[in-house]
């Protein structure tokens, strides 16, 4: 199938991340998952084919699977206005409440990688918290940990703060809760993920507030774009572990003289199809898809 760049429906307002283009519609939003990929807060090009109707299924069982409150009304075209019924946009458009979303990036880290990895090793902590010396690179952590980083503008990285720093931004109740909520999720989702043979390093989840105050979970959750996916039967601790996510395309920006400041390279053939198909996978081991 031709993969999705961009979506154009007209009469409703839109706004358009590195990933999705999201519709307003008034009481209710239309999320549509394109087949764009993004690594160091930049597009890449070409897209990856059938991404996000990938992503909008793993989200969808992650949804059903976890029981949580949550912002999912339907992935029903037959809900949406008549404009949004269109063969491109099926299987990859949510319709969801509106909420008030929380400014805070709710990571969970079972394993030290990535910028939890960079802090450890200059100064043996991960968003201040403490932990063992001696540990490798993509170890196992003693017990899941909540990173909180703040939720930077398009473009720029987001930055890890401190627990203190989050209940001085939402709230010492809500710092609480967005806690002990998002470390259920990741225990429980990591139980399911290495029952089909995955290890889920980590994740970014994101939680909203409705009118009536209540917390639920939104956006994405638990897809190769908020998380990593490593395979069970291969990982060794000690390095970056191959992975069912984006970090291969990472991985291979590296490999290049990209600056990082540019615009990007265009991806391989190779490297495209290398990733559809890790993301394929992990679609048919987490939800049979």
């Not at 209710?28 to 890449?44: P, Q």
């Not at 949004?84 to 929380?102: H, I, N």
């Not at 809500?174 to 089909?196: G, I, K």
């Not at 990007?264 to 053939?269: M, V």
Request: glycine share 6%; hydrophobic share 40%; charged share 25%.
């Amino acid at each position: 199938m031709t993969a999705v760049l961009e979506t154009n429906v007209p009469g409703f307002p839109c706004r358009r991340g590195k990933v999705r283009d999201v519709y307003d519609l008034g009481d209710t939003l239309a999320i549509v998952a394109t087949d764009r990929i993004s690594a160091f807060d930049y597009t890449l090009t070409p897209p990856i084919p059938e991404k996000g109707r990938i992503l909008t299924a793993l989200s969808v069982f992650w949804f059903d699977f976890l029981k949580v409150p949550h912002h999912l009304l339907s992935t029903d075209l037959a809900d949406l206005p008549p404009a949004f019924r269109r063969p491109e946009l099926d299987g990859r458009t949510m319709l969801v409440r509106k909420t008030t979303v929380v400014p805070i990036e709710c990571v969970a880290r079972g394993y030290l990688l990535g910028s939890g990895w960079k802090e450890y090793t200059a100064s043996g902590t991960v968003c201040g918290i403490p932990l063992p010396a001696g540990l490798r690179e993509a170890e196992k952590l003693p017990e899941p940990l909540f990173t909180p980083a703040t939720k930077a503008e398009q473009g720029l990285h987001d930055e890890n703060i401190s627990f203190a720093a989050t209940e001085q931004a939402v709230g010492a109740d809500t710092a609480a809760e967005l806690r002990d909520r998002t470390l259920d999720v990741y225990r429980r989702a990591a139980a399911h993920a290495e029952a089909c043979g995955i290890i889920l390093a980590d994740t970014k989840l994101e939680w909203g507030r409705l009118p009536t105050g209540e917390l639920i979970l939104i956006d994405e959750v638990l897809t190769p774009d908020s998380s990593r996916f490593w395979p069970k039967d291969t990982y060794r601790p000690g390095g970056s572990p191959p992975s069912f996510d984006k970090q291969f395309v990472r991985d291979w920006l590296e490999t290049t003289d990209w600056d990082k400041s540019s615009p990007p390279p265009p991806l391989p053939a190779e490297v495209v199809e290398k990733t559809a198909a890790k993301y394929r996978e992990a679609l048919a081991r987490l939800a049979g898809g």
